[in-house]
Each structure stands twice: as C-alpha cells, then as structure tokens.
C-alpha cells in the first residue's frame, strides 16, 4: 500500500517567520500536488510537479519534488495569515487515482 | 458560479435513515470522486467513477453506494446511516488527461445522531 506522510502534522508560528512541511514516501510516485484547504472548503490545486529533483515558486511559496520522486517539501518564506489553512500532498501513482497526504494544518499568527 | 456543486452542504440525521448527497459539476470532466475527510486523516476514497457507464470502488465503500446518472452528476448515498459515518464529504472531478488534478466542491458536512 502506497502511503504519504506528512509533517508536521501541526504547526503555529508568528507573521514574518519562514516555515518548511514535508510529505514522504517509501514509494516513487509520477507526479504529486500540493493542495491548501480553508475552513469549510474544498481543497485548491497550489502546485503539481512531475520531475525529480524539479523546483516550483509561486510567490512566496517554493515546492521541491525529490529527486527519486518519493517525497516533497513546502517553503513559505515571510508567512502571513492569509497563509492559514490545511496544506495537502497528493501524489500520483496512477493515471487515475490519488494518494493523499493527513495534511499538515498551518497557523500564522499576526 | 461554482464549478462543483453539492447539495445539502449541511445535514443531521439519525441512525438508520438513508440519505443522499448530490453532486454536480460545470466543468466538463469525466471523473468525478466522492471523499470523506475526518480530522487527522485526510481524503480518503468513497467512490469513483470515470464516465456514467463506469463505477468504481474506493478504499472505505462499504455502507455507501452511488448513482452516476450524467457525466455531470454523481450521487453518494448510506443506505442505512451510523454514527461513525459522521464526517465532511468531497465530491471531486478530474480531466481524462494531465496529472489527475482534481477539483473539489465545498463539502457537505453530515452529523449522523
């Protein structure tokens, strides 16, 4: 069985900080999405990277795929509180399903 | 207007009832999905269905069952509702093609007494 774990699975610091989660796996997945969930929404598509080793920013955000494809991370630099909410990993380990990440739930205090 | 839409997005029921959930989307996907998602576990896969002719199980189908009755709408429903059934339902759909980016409706937030 194919599993993605992420942590922290919690995590609180103050506006301005800088911040790292990360979603790992023992197994090679072809593509894996980051997704960001706001109370009482569904999740929304940040990212989707597809190659070993590839780098992707949007804005303050960098996501990392690993190079052997089995894991990610997510950087947020200078965080804000618009930042808040539950961040996703979904990895793909077939054309048509998703395995997904517990989630790490992110808050920035002001 | 929203691209996926579910309805109720809140209801309370009670022990045994059967309910339904319904989804419908605008986006002219194939895939659709239903979730349920419970604090500190993630999404975890109901159902899943890759055109109207096509239903699929997910990895926690039991008590539950679906209606794929368009391209464009998916129905959840329990049978006989339980308590533990108690949780936040995602309905999601995806292209055919791509890397399976899925696209979600606000939920439905089922409390089952």
């Known amino acids: 069985t194919q599993l993605l774990e992420q942590s922290p699975q919690f995590l609180s610091i103050q506006e301005g900080e800088n911040l790292t989660v990360y979603c790992n796996s023992s197994?090679?997945?072809?593509?894996l999405q980051w997704y960001r969930q706001e109370p009482g929404e569904g999740p929304v598509l940040l990212v989707t990277v597809v190659t070993g080793g590839e780098v992707k920013k949007l804005k303050r955000l960098t996501f990392q795929f690993g190079d052997a494809r089995k894991d990610s991370s997510l950087h947020i630099t200078a965080a804000q509180p618009g930042d808040t909410g539950l961040y996703l990993c979904?990895?793909?380990?077939?054309?048509?399903?998703?395995?997904w990440g517990a989630g790490t739930k992110l808050i920035i205090k002001p | 207007d929203a691209d996926v839409t579910q309805t109720p997005r809140n209801r309370i029921t009670k022990t045994g009832k059967r309910i339904m959930l319904e989804c419908s989307q605008t986006?002219?996907?194939?895939?659709m999905y239903w979730y349920r998602q419970d604090p500190g576990l993630g999404l975890q896969l109901i159902y899943y269905s890759f055109d109207v002719k096509d239903i699929n199980k997910g990895e926690i189908s039991d008590g539950y069952s679906v209606s794929r009755q368009a391209q464009a709408k998916f129905s959840l429903s329990l049978e006989s509702a339980i308590p533990n059934q108690t949780a936040l339902y995602f309905c999601a759909t995806a292209s055919q093609f791509g890397p399976q980016t899925q696209y979600f409706g606000p939920g439905t937030r089922l409390l089952v007494l």
């Open positions: 197994s090679v997945f072809s593509s």
């Open positions: 979904a990895g793909g380990p077939s054309n048509y399903q998703l395995i």
């Open positions: 986006k002219g996907h194939d895939r």
